[in-house]
């Protein structure tokens, strides 16, 4: 980000740098139709060249967009001068700049009541329209706002743009009448055009804005034609003979009773308190408006005021556009650290120069992974876009390369967890980066100690998540080896609030019975990644013991039923875990013990999927799945069509229908005991 505290030739360059950015966006924009950034960004680039032209007007460039406004004209169109320039309007972001804005007109008009005329900010292309005696005769651009690009035929196809004028009231229509306003496509009209170009296979526009700009710059009028485009006037450059109103507001009054549409809101307000009221109450309708809008306009109401306001280079003093709160702004990366989330995910956070970004302070923003920082190739010290809209998560959306310091850092993904220095694993293929010390990881064990204890795991009813994080707060719990400690510290457990003596006693029992379990329960308790119920009775079977499970290669693991490469690497990353391994070894000796696993005789479902649902009176689904497992099946949540066969108890629901459509063998209870009976025999 440019850097004012420089002697005048680095403010020159900076000067420079800034002109020939704001030049190329001003051409995108207003030439090619086709913006670069958003106006948030254009508006932060233009500020800072402001902030240097004030600090350094000796410096001030004859080239400068602050002097101007706009692009050059295309080729295509004749070119045609404006009579009356079309100046662009100076912004405020705030209450507090409004008020300011307010100070100076009311400055310039020492005594005089004011009042303020309230418009919707549409977010359009402007244009000018020539009437002669009622008829229309010419349609203009803005161009760079001296010139404009003539698009008379193109202008004729919009439908609510009266091509001849008719008085109300027995007036007279002028003789020459210019109207200014804004072309914009009405949301309705943008879904519907985008949703028949998504029918036929064609580009979509990104945004009303795009679609309108483009449909009015077509050198065949007939596409534009077929585009649902709308006029809305919002002021009068010239009249002969003068109309003979005072006021913007009668103004717009008089345009619609010429045929004219204005924007679906208007106010006329006493002070500049009510304007913010106006702001806030079309903050919360905005997205109710049949149009895109992104702010509000604030006029002088009385043209004779105006008149004694006048203008600056390229502004109105009378006008200003009070804009929503920026949805994209421009700030610097300060540092990119990496947080550990409760599953291991590592996660790079950004730490950014505070920056106000839709309507909040931003100073911390999330980078996702690995991936996205490489392809944003962004870096401690870059300047980037952050972009947030209403509740949205502020991201990253552009890295200005431009202004990347001569000792910008390269980001790369730490070798350690930041938390508790086991190795970091991302197995080819995985966009996401873990910490493999499961077992040990502090940032982890919440999620460690919840599923360890859980009933598919070591079955630990009494130690949900309240006393989990109350036994965390006295630093009774600092991996799942600790659960098994617990019996020492009695006085303080019963210290906890609503932990009577036979709750304390109710969980240290449930803690002594877990000690004896199943190598499947325990390998699932470990909670390994990718290791599921189903996965961890194939280790089990696989390999009988768990000492010959945690010095297995990935090789070895690889062969194991439903262990495909990536689980294999997530298996064998956590035994070379040395944290994982004291924790484990820690559970060993605290009294766990399983039998060691028999090889089943006979599996006759081997590497069948199967599924059950409904309600079995026999035997609860837990105990289904078990037996099913026994004989080698693949128990899943969710029939596909690599299921094998459904089991259906009472009350089967959508998965049955599923089963039935895909023409999927269905048994009921009976004709499963049957075939378990078989097995058995």
């Not at 900010?121 to 404009?148: F, N, P, Q, W």
Request: contains cysteine.
């Amino acid at each position: 980000m440019p850097n004012p505290d420089l002697n005048p030739q680095h403010i020159q360059q900076q000067m420079r740098q800034l002109i020939q950015l704001l030049q190329q966006h001003n051409h995108a924009y207003y030439v090619m139709d086709n913006p670069t950034i958003s106006d948030a960004e254009y508006d932060s680039l233009f500020q800072q060249l402001q902030q240097l032209e004030q600090d350094n007007p000796q410096l001030l460039q004859a080239d400068s967009p602050t002097q101007k406004v706009g692009g050059q004209v295309l080729d295509k169109f004749s070119s045609v001068v404006h009579q009356v320039p079309m100046l662009s309007l100076g912004n405020v972001f705030n209450f507090e700049d409004l008020k300011h804005f307010a100070r100076r007109v009311e400055e310039r008009l020492p005594n005089q009541a004011v009042q303020y005329e309230v418009e919707l900010k549409l977010d359009g292309l402007a244009i000018s329209l020539l009437y002669e005696h009622g008829v229309l005769v010419r349609g203009v651009t803005r161009g760079d706002g001296e010139s404009g690009e003539e698009i008379t035929q193109n202008v004729k196809t919009i439908r609510n743009l009266p091509k001849i004028l008719t008085a109300q009231n027995g007036e007279k229509i002028p003789e020459r009448l210019e109207v200014r306003g804004e072309v914009l496509m009405p949301k309705a009209g943008f879904d519907k055009l985008n949703r028949i170009a998504e029918s036929k296979g064609e580009k979509t526009f990104a945004n009303p804005r795009n679609a309108a700009a483009g449909s009015l710059r077509q050198l065949d009028a007939n596409i534009a034609a077929s585009r649902p485009l709308a006029f809305f006037a919002y002021g009068v450059a010239q009249c002969e003979p003068h109309h003979g109103l005072n006021s913007m507001h009668d103004t717009l009054q008089w345009l619609t009773s010429l045929g004219f549409a204005i924007a679906e809101r208007q106010w006329l307000v006493n002070s500049i308190d009510e304007v913010e009221q106006c702001y806030q109450q079309v903050m919360q309708e905005r997205a109710k408006l049949n149009v895109e809008i992104d702010g509000m306009v604030v006029k002088v109401n009385d043209l004779q005021q105006q008149k004694q306001l006048g203008f600056l280079s390229r502004e109105p003093r009378w006008a200003t556009a009070y804009k929503f709160p920026a949805q994209a702004a421009l700030t610097k990366v300060d540092n990119i650290e990496w947080q550990v989330g409760r599953t291991g995910t590592l996660t790079p956070v950004a730490r950014l120069a505070p920056v106000f970004v839709g309507g909040v302070t931003v100073s911390n923003v999330t980078l996702h992974n690995i991936g996205e920082i490489q392809r944003l190739d962004v870096r401690i010290g870059d300047t980037v876009s952050v972009y947030r809209t209403g509740d949205v998560i502020p991201k990253v959306e552009k890295v200005w390369q431009e202004f990347r310091p001569q000792h910008s850092q390269v980001v790369e993904l730490p070798k350690n967890c930041p938390v508790c220095d086991s190795p970091v694993v991302m197995p080819e293929g995985e966009a996401l980066a873990r910490c493999s010390g499961g077992l040990y990881c502090s940032a982890q064990r919440i999620e460690a100690i919840r599923h360890f204890v859980s009933r598919k795991a070591m079955d630990i009813e009494g130690l949900g998540d309240r006393w989990a994080e109350s036994l965390l707060h006295l630093n009774l719990l600092n991996h799942v080896a600790d659960i098994y400690r617990l019996h020492q510290h009695r006085d303080k457990l019963l210290s906890i609030e609503k932990m009577g003596e036979k709750s304390v006693q109710n969980l240290l029992d449930a803690i002594e019975n877990s000690k004896k379990t199943t190598l499947p329960r325990f390998i699932y308790a470990l909670g390994i990644r990718g290791v599921g119920e189903t996965t961890a009775r194939m280790l089990a079977q696989q390999f009988q013991s768990f000492d010959a499970l945690r010095q297995a290669d990935i090789d070895s693991l690889q062969k194991t039923p439903d262990v495909g490469n990536i689980t294999a690497e997530w298996i064998f990353d956590f035994f070379q875990a040395e944290h994982n391994l004291e924790v484990v070894e820690q559970l060993l000796q605290s009294g766990i013990e399983f039998e060691a696993m028999t090889a089943p005789t006979r599996q006759p479902l081997n590497g069948e999927s199967w599924v059950v649902t409904g309600t079995l009176a026999s035997m609860g689904r837990d105990e289904a799945t078990q037996k099913l497992q026994a004989l080698g099946a693949r128990v899943s949540g969710s029939v596909s069509s690599k299921t094998k066969c459904v089991v259906a108890g009472e009350k089967a629901g959508s998965k049955l229908e599923k089963a039935e459509k895909l023409g999927i063998t269905v048994l009921d209870e009976q004709q499963f005991l049957e075939l378990l009976a078989g097995f058995e025999g």
